[in-house]
Each structure stands twice: as structure tokens, then as C-alpha cells.
């Protein structure tokens, strides 16, 4: 089912979703069973599954000289998605990526999910490699989020990617996209990146999906924000914990948000690193049971293989 069928059903209930990570190369299913084995209580309608584009190392030849090698550290997406569907009959959603694919690539990975009866996708443009310094698509690939959308868009109305192909099968895939109540980074400003986003969804995105944040006046005011410019697709908030001291400044520096005093100084103040994690799961509690309260569509929770923590947020909420 699609996921915005689940919003529909669920007739203003808030529903409760999970994201996982894929392992890193070489690691096991097991590891994603093991996070989401004890969170299936919960009845999650749909899995988020994120997809990592390769990224380059430099290994020192015997020679000195450096070579550079590509490398996807956690391959398996499209896989995981099909053996979370089989494992628990619930939906997976695949994250869909412009970097690292050709629209061929894009294409090809598409026609595997239909045939997977996967029907959802989040789609994103993806980050920079950590050694490009900014976003550099594949040379036939796409550059932004929209030109994914519209790709999925087409296939969804039986448009391929080579003209011959007549009266190729229509797919129908639910299109869900980001959003950023703190902007994205590289946007000039909140106003010109909420124009982006309304241009995803006028593209044909049906959800968005939020950034983490960890004050949810953000997310109201970006609500509110986007509303106004006449979208009115649901909202998914993104969740995550913050449990640990060198979080205060990974999380803001990797994701570009900011952290509330309150929360930063609860932390701080914190005697050790039992105590820090208390903070941070009260926080999220009290975040969810907010939003909850104002009746979002769905809590996402980021899970990062962090199970117990996660657990113990969504039997506080459920
Ligand atoms: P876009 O919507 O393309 O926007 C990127 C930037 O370009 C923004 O600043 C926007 O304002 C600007 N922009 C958009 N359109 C235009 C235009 N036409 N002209 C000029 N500027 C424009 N990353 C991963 O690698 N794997 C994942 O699985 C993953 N999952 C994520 C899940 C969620 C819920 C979120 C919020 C993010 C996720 N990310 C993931 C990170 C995401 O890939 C990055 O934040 C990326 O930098 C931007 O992706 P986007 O889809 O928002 O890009």
C-alpha cells in the first residue's frame, strides 16, 4: 500500500515509522532484524530504508603514489526492502538517490522495485562524497531532488527512458520527498528552499519528510510556512535521539540544525553518560508526545541501530 493510503486510513490517528540503515559492507541482515525484531509491536505501516552513494578512498601504493578507489560502504537497499516486506508484511521505502545513478540507473532500479511490488520511494538528491566539497551528479544523472520526481512521475505514466518502448507497463510509485524546517544548507534562505519544495510537490511528490529537529515550534512554523504557499501533502516529522555528549555539536555540524539551550544545557549538566542519555530521551518523549498531540501524520524515528533507546521513546508515545 502506499504510504499516504496509510494517512488516509489512519483518519487523523498518528501513525508511528521507522528508518534503518543499511549495514556497512560485509555486515549482516541480521543486524536490521535485530533493530527492527523488538519495534514491530508498534505496528509500523511503513520501514524507511536509506541508500548510501559510494564514496572514494585513497589507499598508498608501495610507490607512494595514492590510488583512489570508489567504494559503497553500505550497499543492499533494494534488497533489505524486499526481505523487510517478506520478513513482516509491512511496506519498505526505499530512498532514491540522484548521486551515484544515471537516470538509466535510476530506471533500471525502478523497474526492480515494481517487480518487487515496492511501491513507495523517498527521493532525494543525496550529499556531497566527503571528497567532491559539493554535489557533483553523475554525468547523465540528475542534479536535483525535482528531476528524480519528475523521472518517477514519468514511469508512473508509462514514459521510459527509450522513446521506442511503446505502451511500456505504468508503475505507482508514492513519491515522498525532504524537507527542512531549518532550511537546507545550501539554500540562500528558508523562503527560497520552501519554493523548492513546493516545486517537488507540484512535480508530483505526495509526502514530505522532515529533517531532524529538536524544537518542534521549527517544524510548526515550517508547517504553518508551507501551507501558506498552498501545499498541502502531509508532513512526516523526522525524529531522532540525542544521547550522547559529542552529539551537541556532530548533529548541528552534520545536519545543520540547531540545538535548544535547554536541551544543550541538560546535557551539559548531566553527571554521566547514563544520565546524558536520560536527558536525551525525555527530550524526544516530550517532543513526540507534542506532536502527537497536534495530531502529525506519523512519528519517523531515525533509528541508527539504536533499538533501546528508540523502544523505550515509542512505548512512552504509542
Ligand atoms: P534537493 O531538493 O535537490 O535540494 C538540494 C538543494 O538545492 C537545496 O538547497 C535546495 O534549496 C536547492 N534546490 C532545489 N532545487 C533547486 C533548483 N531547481 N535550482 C537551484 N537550487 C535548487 N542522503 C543520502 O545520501 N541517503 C539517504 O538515504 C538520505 N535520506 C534522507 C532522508 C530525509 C528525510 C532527509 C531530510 C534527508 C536525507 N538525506 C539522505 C540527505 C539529503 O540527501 C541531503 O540533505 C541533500 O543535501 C539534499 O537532498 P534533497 O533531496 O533535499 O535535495
Known amino acids: 500500500m502506499k504510504v499516504t493510503e496509510y494517512f488516509e486510513k489512519a483518519d487523523g ?75 513482516y508484511g509491512v511496506d519498505a521505502v526505499p530512498h532514491l538517490l540522484c548521486g551515484g545513478f544515471t537516470k538509466e540507473d535510476t530506471e533500471n532500479v525502478l523497474i526492480d522495485l515494481n517487480f518487487l511490488n515496492i511501491n513507495n520511494v523517498l527521493a532525494l538528491r543525496g550529499d556531497a562524497r566527503k571528497f567532491d566539497g559539493k554535489f557533483v551528479p553523475e554525468p547523465d544523472g540528475h542534479k536535483y531532488a525535482i528531476d528524480l520526481v519528475r523521472q518517477v512521475e514519468d514511469i508512473n505514466n508509462g514514459k521510459y527512458l527509450d522513446k521506442n518502448i511503446e505502451n511500456g507497463i505504468s508503475t505507482d510509485f508514492c513519491i515522498g520527498v525532504a524537507g527542512y524546517p531549518e532550511k537546507h544548507f545550501e539554500a540562500p534562505n528558508l523562503s527560497t528552499d520552501l519554493e523548492f519544495t513546493k516545486q517537488k510537490v507540484d512535480a508530483g511528490a505526495d509526502y514530505i519528510v522532515t529533517q531532524m529537529f529538536f524544537d518542534n515550534e521549527n517544524y510548526f512554523k515550517y508547517v504553518d510556512s508551507i501551507r501558506a504557499l498552498g501545499i498541502n501533502v502531509p508532513i512526516v516529522p523526522g525524529l531522532k535521539p540525542l544521547t550522547k ?74
Request: glycine fraction near 6%; include cysteine; aromatic fraction near 10%.
Open 245 to 318: 555528549l559529542y552529539q551537541l555539536n556532530s548533529i548541528p555540524r552534520l545536519f545543520y540544525i540547531n540545538m535548544p539551550e535547554e536541551l544543550s544545557k541538560g546535557i551539559m549538566a548531566a553527571k554521566d553518560a547514563a544520565g546524558r542519555k536520560e536527558v536525551g530521551i525525555e527530550w524526544l518523549i516530550h517532543q513526540s508526545k507534542e506532536l502527537k498531540k497536534r495530531g502529525v501524520p506519523c512519528l519517523h524515528y531515525y533509528t541508527m541501530g539504536d533499538v533501546e533507546t528508540i523502544k523505550r521513546v515509542v512505548e512512552a508515545v504509542y
Open 13 to 87: 490517528k498518528t501513525l508511528i515509522s521507522f528508518e534503518v540503515l543499511p549495514p556497512l559492507k560485509g555486515g549482516s541482515m541480521q543486524a536490521i532484524f535485530d533493530t527492527l525484531d523488538p519495534l514491530m509491536e508498534f505496528k509500523p505501516p511503513f520501514i524507511d530504508v536509506t541508500y548510501h552513494r559510494e564514496d572514494f578512498t585513497y589507499n598508498r601504493r608501495p610507490s607512494g603514489y595514492y590510488e583512489k578507489t570508489a567504494i559503497r560502504k553500505r550497499p543492499g537497499t533494494v534488497g533489505i526492502c524486499a526481505a523487510i516486506m517478506h520478513r
